[in-house]
Every structure is written in structure tokens, then in C-alpha cells.
């Protein structure tokens, strides 16, 4: 049994450790902190059966019981926590992404030299059934060799100016899943990106220096190609599909909705829209992604996301970005690491 | 080239006329007569090319260049217009039914006895792209032995009043497609049937003593099952479905539209409604029976539609009316031929 | 809170109790009682932290802090541990079907005069997200009055003889979901049953007096029609599919699937099989009922299956049975009660 | 009646001839002319009623009966012919592209000035039933405002080697269809393009100097982003789809296969493959392209594709040539014209 301590207790860590809770097998939510630890949150954590609630993480990092915890803080503080967690000899899992800041993830890469600390990232749309079925028939052959990939990625709608603001650009804040889907759909790693962007739904987010609808085209190391194209705003729902097309053939996987329910009617045969989000949309990913991470603390296996698959993301997204403010092609070579 | 005389002119008459006159190889249309032949059909006809155009059709019968005749006039008249396009010497293509009377049925079937006529009923839903699909799935093995059959087949609006009272009932007019049908995909003949009906529609069809709404269940003589279910109206148009489940699998057909266009907005999923009705739905069967009728003219081959197969669904209709009537299932052998 | 025990640890016993543990609020299970109590099923009770495991369901009848019992015993036991459980005062939900026997329904229906006791049917599909849908889309008029229901239902795999044995035969054993289904998407009662079987999948359930396919139709009391057809082996998988035809239109659902993903080959394009039977097929919907019925024990609400909609799909697998051995429509009214 | 006349009897100047004879009212095949003509050419013509026959265009070109001709010669001779038929007063019907050589459209563009001749250019896709509904979705404003288009264009096979040495190059042989694709659908102009481009499926075609695989982004004079992803070779034949996004939905159509089967077994359920190629896929937008064609010259109407249209995809397919030769986007305006 792993006993897991959560660090911070927003949504994200809420999801965590609930879905641990009745999900995961072999491990125990054994403590959680948060700075805002109030009342309501309180009451939650102890209905969860949570023994031990603090405001400050530090309280699980020096408690010998604690074998694990899950980083779900603010993102700058998760490089930071990451490395105390290290030196403190718990298993991290780090929520994406490790930090905006590549000289922090450097940092963080350092502190695991030469450690037994597993250090697995928050990627989470790996583990959810549609995607993994897609990989499974890449990996298996069924589609032969790798010529293009093709990821749909749409939110159902923008999120608050104040939260743009401080998002560090929607290629951190949301593309980053898709460039972690490219790498793990193709089984590559991305070596260019081109990237177009531009501000079609909602001006205030161009005010904000950011952009809301973009397409970006890369070139993998097996020599694919690859596409990505994004909207901050998708009026039906939350939009994400992705096919892989090969040498023997292409695997497809659309979105998942409700019901199968189909009304036929004089106006048409209609369908229901895609599942309205994320929480919706990949809730068993959670567990599925903490269970494995348990499993490789517990056999001292390699976790599936590693720090690598943590760092490249933020690669492309840095490389993407550059593409966007000088117009050309930007080699990942090209960003400073 | 076969040389064909078209009686009658109405719309299958003209629907037979254009797509002999574009779609079938190795014939002609050569002469066509309808008693009601007015300047509009004529100059219609004349469009087509066709040479020879009056009011009597035994100005074709009596024609010795015509090798082959289609059927199309009303269906009180097939019979009699067959015998005597028999004894003309003349291959017949009949529309369905060939009649709604076993007895006259039982007459044409005299009239080829010793013949070497050629004679096709007008069954042309097995022509279709979608019935022939399911039917090659069956005769392959795809889906092992046949054990349930099951089509949906609804009208996307009730015929006139006018019309319901002389159809014969809703059994030998539309019905009589889907119990060929069951023996096209079966393979099998009908032993046994079961009729549900009622009138949900229009109260206007009861009154005219037929029903609008039917489920009808089957003993096939191969020992599985069938199941049709119908009505005059469905509001979303023309749903002709069918599915054969066997030992090994299933295979299943669903309606044509218009294109493949999905539209997704924040109401839903939408893709087009069904063809609106036979012409859309079924026009290039049409073509394609009386390509194969052609084909076993020219060629003395076997017909794909005998005559044994236009009285089986003439059978099964009056069984089905039987037990509509008594409330009970009936054996074909109960049906006096 | 509701303090749940559960009387019976076989394969549904377990279900109920780890679905209430991980994802009913406002209930607990407090006691488990099996006759069969082993080792291995001790421990899984403890380790869903159950406080109360023993052999004997009358410690959890007399154990005052039992608000409510799951039935999950044998068929056969199901009315009789009904009644006792009424008579103690404990809140009933019972597994399908209540009894195989008429007058034991009897029984628990007499018993449930005049007492307190909330009493609900383990009809667990009314709750599958899919047959929800159908039902809203019905309830709410957006296909409009209701003309044919059409239902197919088939397992993965035949029972194993010895449980075909003492099933009470196919109808009352599988169809039986099949016909509360036809009540709860019609929102009608059933009037009439006409029922073709015969055995096709295994000759060993002919010779155990039982059948494996079936296609059944039903006249509702609200001038609807109906079918069902049944298969105890579908090859390709659990196949779960629901229709409802009406004056304006048709809502319909198909078969859930582990993934959306559709492999495009020189093969064909290929999609995955129905998820794989009744646990994978509608494990969600087992929370849902029971997070209803606490409910309704809790706010003292009425239950959404209660025992005449137990009752009602036995009289009409009773009135099908007799249907298949007199061979013609049997009334529910023939069926003595 | 618009008397044609047919210049070329390759492939498409068959398809042409064949579907204007059986397909497009109020025209008429009067003259063909090839420097090839052979015996089978010329009896191929003949069983369609073509009453003139040549190995020289010119023919057509004098003859004072001819109101059209369609030009289906090799893609070199399309402009020459163009300005040669322009000057005898024939309306054109121009196959795609006009000429690979932008020195030459200008020529054509100078010829058309102050003459009354229509000149349409066979960009047949247009005229497809499923791009037509996702034109008309646009159109209607049925998604608002357009954001993204995505277009995806797969050949079920590449061409043989000698063909791609004199192709052009796919961006001009193959893409150039999809360029004009994107400005249909979006109603707009492009601006700029980014093309990425490689070759995986056959090492012969990069020998030529090719490539095979290619994703080319662009930006749309509305605003809008646009991407095309091409192979040459999918495995599971011509992959034909599109979709545009804008700020109220979606719209997207999907392949046309021979069928709707789907066949369920044990291995998965499977539906057929997309139509193998263009003559199966589009052949019905031939017909409608000349219908649309005879009709602006009969009524003085405007052509649906006109010469601007026949230009603008050349210009992007040389921008996407640069980009792909120069590593950058590459501007319309940068390429002379």
C-alpha cells in the first residue's frame, strides 16, 4: 500500500483524491495541505477519510509515513515542491507542466540524478480509453509506419481574461497536451514547428498578448509529419479527436458523448454533442494515470510519463511560440535548454 | 440488342423508359403504349427517341421486331397483359404484383409452362446497393447460418385515401417488398406468419378498412426467424432498414441521404434525413433489374426475379392478412393456391 | 445516511457493495450476510471496511441499525426474505425477478399493505445512460406518440445447461429485462404477447426444454405495437440496442464500446465490438438505481421501480411462455394472478 | 441546345462525352477530335452518336455548328487551345489546371478580355455532394463566421514514376485540387502558405525530384487558417474529407463507400471501404460542372468556376512549392504574375 500525500487541495488536487479514494487500488490518501486550506475544503477531506489536513505542504514532506505525493499547487510552484519532495525521498507526481520555466525543469532534472525517486508528470489524456486505443494500434503494427498525425483539439470556450493573463500563453496552457499527444500517438520525438495563430474569438484575449485559434505543423525524428489545430472556443463542446495515418492504413478516434442516443426527426438526424469537458471528458484518466504511478513506486517500476516526456512538451510550446512571433519555422534545437 | 416495348406509361413506365434508354447496354427502347397516351407523354417520349408510340399495346405485342416486354401498366392488368405477351412470344418483365389474385397468378404460371419465355416481376429492391450488400454478407458465410432477420421499412408519408381503398391493404401494396425481401436475404422461403397491425396514422385508413402500422413475425423454412416492422408515416422520410443475424455475426444496412454532412452546433450533432422516398432511394435498382433482365434475355440465362418469386410475397401477404383478420398465426399451406 | 445490509455476497452482492462503498452518497453498508461466507469473501467484505459479516441474513433483519436490505440471495428466496424483511421494517430493494411464482409475489405485495416500507425492483437498465436518453426523448414528446417499440437483445454467450436448467426458462430468465424495458420506454402496460422461439445456438438448451432465440411481439395498452428480439450468443458481443418509433420522429440507441476508435485498412474500416456483457455493459447504472432508492428511503419518496413494475414483466414472460407453447397471442388478462 | 464539341478523348474526355450524352439536358456531344483517335476511340464515339470524329481539333474549331468545346487535352496544350477557341468564339470548358505556366493563364486572361466567350475551368469537386452541403453550411452561415477548414485528401495509390516526372509536382498534379477546395469552402482567398513536405510511401518519387507526404498550412485573406494534409498512397483507398470550423459549429462530410453494411463478428464491426477513386467518387460531379456549364452559356449567366478560379490555386501550388523549396511561408503576393 502506498500512502500518498496531496499538495494542494484546488480542483485538480480534489480530483486526485477522490478518484484515489474509491479508484486506486494499493494506495491511501494518508494527508493533504493547502496555503487556503478553509472550512469547506476541510470538511470535504475528512469526509474523504483524509487523517491528516494542514495548510503547509512541509507537514508531508517531513512525515516518514508519506511514501508519495501528488503536486497539484499553483504551476510555478510545482518545480520547487518537486525538488524539496526529491530531496525529502518521496515519489513525486508532478501535475503538467513542470514548470513554464525550462532552467526549473532543468533544476528539477538535476535534483533526480543519482535519487531512487520515481518523478511521474501530470499528462493525463495518455491514459484515457480513446487515445490509448489509438497508440495500442500504433504501436501494434496495425497501421505500419508513421506518415501523419492529426489532433483536434478544441475548448468549449475561452477561459477568463485574468486567467490568460497568467496562463503563459495558450501553447503552455492548453496545446502543451496536444504536443505531449504527438510524441506519444507517434512514438517520436518533435524536431520543428511551424506555427500559426491568430485571434478569432475573442478580442480581449489579442489584448491580453495571446492568441485563441491556431494550427501548428511539425516534423517528427522518424521523419512524420505532424498537425495540430486548436480553438479556444468550440460552440458544440469539447472537441478532441486524433488520427495517425500509415503505411498500412489510419486509426481514428472521435469524441465521446452522453448517450448513443440518435433523434430522428423532420429536421434531421441528430446526435448528441461531445461530453462539455475536461472533467467530463477524462475523469477516468485520473485514476488510471495514479494507478500506474503507484505501481511503479511499489515495484519500482519506470513510470509511464517521465520527466523528459514532462520537459519536451514545454520544448515545443517554447519552439511553437518563437515560430509565432518571427513567422518561420523554429527548430527545437533552437531553444535554449 | 434486345428490343423493348414499354406498356404503360405512368411514372414506372417512364422511370423504366429513361433508365433503360441511358443506363442499360444492349437495349432499346423500341415502342411503348399507355391507353391514356396524351401530347405531353408523347413528346416526352419522343425526347427519349422512342420510335414507336400509341394507345394500344397490342400494336407491340403484334410488332415482331419487339423482343421484350416491361409491364407497367395497373396492377388488375399484369396478369392478362402477361398471357397474352406469352403467347405473343414475348420475354416479360412484370412490375409487381404480378397480380393481387392467386388464381390469375396461377394462370400466367400455365401460360409459361412449355414456353421458353423469359419472365422477371418487378422486385427491384434486391438491386439496391445496400440489400445487395447484406445478401452477398449472407450467401458468403460472413455471418454463419441465418438465424433472425429483421427489416424496418416506413413510408415517409400515408398514400391518398383514394388510393388505400384499391391497394389491396397495406400487406400487398408496400409490405409485399419487405416479405421479398425476407426471402431475398434468407434465403429461405416463408412458412408461417404472424401480423400485428393497426391503424396510428390516419384514422381516414381505418375507416378505409386497412392499417397504417404493422409488426409481422416469420418461420422461415430454414428454421430461423424474421421480424418486419412498418408504417405509412415516418416523419423524418423514407427508413429502409434490414439486418440479418447469424451464427458467426450480423450484418446490418441503414438508410442513404443526400451527402455525409454532419453539422455540429450547440444543439446537437446533425446529419442529413433518409432519400425522401422510392425514386431518390431506389432509382439505380431500377436500371440494374432490368439489366439482368437484358442479360438473361440475350444470353437464355435463368431470370434473378421468377415467377415463383413474385407469387411467394403475394402468399405471405394474404397469410399475413389472414392472420391480421383472425388474430392467430398462419401457415402458408393454409392459403389455397 | 442509510445503513444498507446486504443479504447474499454472490457475483450481483458484491457489485451493489462495492458500488455503494465507492460511489452512492448518503448510504452505507453496514452488514453483509451469505449462507456460502468463505474465507476469500470475508476478506474482500473487510477490506471494503463492512463491519457486520456473517452467514445468517436474520442478524441483519434483527440488527436495529439496518435502515434498508439489498436482496441479492438466490432467485427462489427472494419473496420470502422480502416478506421477512417487510415485517422487520426494513426498506426492500430485491433483485429481479421478485418470484418466478405468481402467488409469491402475492405474497410480498399483501405484506407490503399498509407498511412504511420503500420496495424496489432491481431493475437496473432503466437506469443505463442510453435508455435514459430514450426515455427523456420519449417523455418529453420529441418523437411524439409513441407507434413501435423495437428492442434487441442479445448475450455474448449461452448460459451454461445447468443454469439453463433452473432459469425458469429464457423468457422469464433474460427477456424478462427485456420486457420491463418495453414498459419503461413506452410508459405503457402490455396487453397481449405473441412469442416465436426456437433453439438455434445450442441443440443442449432444446433438449433442457428451453430455447435460445426468440423474437417476440406485444400489443401495449396505449394502442402501440412492439418487438423483442432475443439471441443467448451474439458473436461480435453483448448487443444492446432500443428504438422508439413515433407520430414524429424516432430516438434510438446502439451498443456502447470500450474505445471510439475505428481502425481504416485494405480490410475494411473497423470499429470496435459492443462492450462485452451486463458488468462492463451496465455496471454505472447499478449505482444509479440504488443511489435512487436510498434516496426515496431517505426523503420517504416514492421508488422509481416499484413492485408492480416487478411484477408486470413476470406476467408477461408468463403470458409469452404460454404463447410459444399454444402458439397464438395470449392477453395478459389470461394469465391468472 | 448547346452543340459541344469534345478536344481530347483520353480518359476524361470520355467521362466527359459519356455524361454529357447521358446526363446533361440541353447539350449535345456534335464533334470529338484527337490526335490519337484510333479505331476502338473512334467506334467508342460512334455507339454514342457522335456524329463527328477528327485526329485534328481544329475541326471543331471551324466548325460553325460547334457552340463549345471541353477541353481534355494533355494539360500542355490547355492553354494554346484555350486562346485558339476563345478567337473562333467557341465557349470553354477548360480542364484543370489551365496551365502549370502562370505566363501562359495570363495569355488566356488577355484573350478573354472584351470577348463574350464563357471559360469555365474543371475544378469538378466543387459540384460533389458532399462539398456542395459543407459549401452550403458555410454559406447559410449555418457555423458563422469561419475559423478553421481542414482538408484531408488521400490517392489510394501513387501515380507510376514516368507520370510523377512530368506531374508538376504533387502541389500542381494533386493539391491543387484541395487549394481550390479550401477557397471554396471558406469563400475566400489565400494569402499565405506554409508547406511541409516529405516522402515516405515511394523512394522513386523523391528520385524524381517529388514528394509524397505533405501538410500545408495557410492563412486566409478572411482571416481564417486553413490546412490540407496529402498522402499518395492510403492503404485503404481515396480518403476524401472535410471540415470547417467557425464561430457557431461545425460541418464536416466524410468518405462515400459502395454501402452502408456494417458486419459485426468476432473480430470487430466493419464497414466498407471509401469508393476506390476519383471516377467512382466524383463521377456525378462531372455531369453537374457541364450542366452548370451549358447553362451560363445558354442564358448569358455567369460561370460557377471561373478564370480567376482556375488561377488562384496555381498561385498557391507555386507558393507551396517555394515554401516547401525555401523552408518558410511564402506570400501569394511574392509569386510574379
Chains 1, 2, 3, 4 share one sequence.
Not at 532552467?103 to 518523478?119: D, H, P
Request: proline share 3%; glycine share 8%; with cysteine.
Amino acid at each position: 500500500m502506498l500512502n500518498i500525500g496531496i499538495i494542494g487541495a484546488g480542483r485538480i488536487g480534489k480530483v486526485h483524491s477522490e478518484s484515489i479514494t474509491y479508484h486506486v487500488k494499493d494506495a491511501t490518501v494518508v494527508a493533504i495541505a493547502d496555503p487556503f486550506m478553509n472550512d469547506e475544503t476541510k470538511a470535504w477531506a475528512e469526509g474523504l477519510g483524509i487523517p491528516k489536513i494542514s495548510k503547509d505542504y512541509h507537514e508531508i514532506l517531513n512525515d516518514a509515513a508519506v511514501d508519495a505525493v501528488l503536486i497539484c499547487s499553483s504551476t510555478d510552484t510545482h518545480a520547487d515542491i518537486s525538488i524539496e519532495a526529491i530531496k525529502a525521498g518521496k515519489h513525486v507526481f508532478c501535475e503538467k507542466p513542470i514548470s513554464q520555466d525550462l532552467a526549473k525543469i532543468k533544476e528539477v532534472m538535476e535534483a533526480l540524478k543519482g535519487s531512487n525517486v520515481k518523478f511521474q508528470v501530470g499528462f493525463n489524456r495518455r491514459f484515457d480509453h480513446n487515445f490509448e486505443a489509438v497508440r495500442s494500434a500504433v504501436a501494434e503494427g496495425k497501421i505500419g509506419d508513421v506518415h501523419i498525425v492529426k489532433i483536434t483539439s478544441r475548448d468549449p470556450d475561452a477561459p477568463p481574461i485574468e486567467y490568460v493573463k497568467v496562463s503563459g500563453g495558450m501553447f503552455l496552457d492548453m496545446t502543451i497536451h496536444d504536443f505531449d499527444m504527438v510524441r506519444y500517438l507517434s512514438g517520436s520525438d518533435v524536431e520543428e514547428v511551424y506555427a500559426n495563430g491568430t485571434c478569432l474569438v475573442n478580442p480581449a484575449i489579442k489584448d491580453a498578448g495571446d492568441i485563441d485559434t491556431a494550427i501548428i505543423t511539425m516534423k517528427l525524428a522518424n521523419g512524420a509529419l505532424a498537425v495540430i489545430d486548436n480553438s479556444r472556443k468550440a460552440d458544440y463542446g469539447y472537441d478532441q479527436r486524433a488520427e495517425v495515418f500509415g503505411s498500412k492504413g489510419q486509426v481514428a478516434v472521435t469524441n465521446d458523448s452522453a448517450s448513443t442516443a440518435v433523434i430522428s426527426t423532420n429536421s434531421g438526424v441528430t446526435g448528441e454533442k461531445p461530453l462539455y469537458f475536461f472533467l467530463e471528458r477524462y475523469m477516468a484518466s485520473f485514476s488510471k494515470e495514479v494507478s500506474l504511478f503507484v505501481k511503479a513506486c511499489l515495484n519500482n517500476e519506470a513510470v509511464p510519463v517521465d520527466i523528459n516526456d514532462g520537459l519536451q512538451p514545454v520544448l515545443i510550446a517554447k519552439a511553437a511560440k518563437k515560430s509565432l512571433e518571427e513567422g518561420r519555422p523554429v527548430k527545437l534545437s533552437e531553444i535554449t535548454f
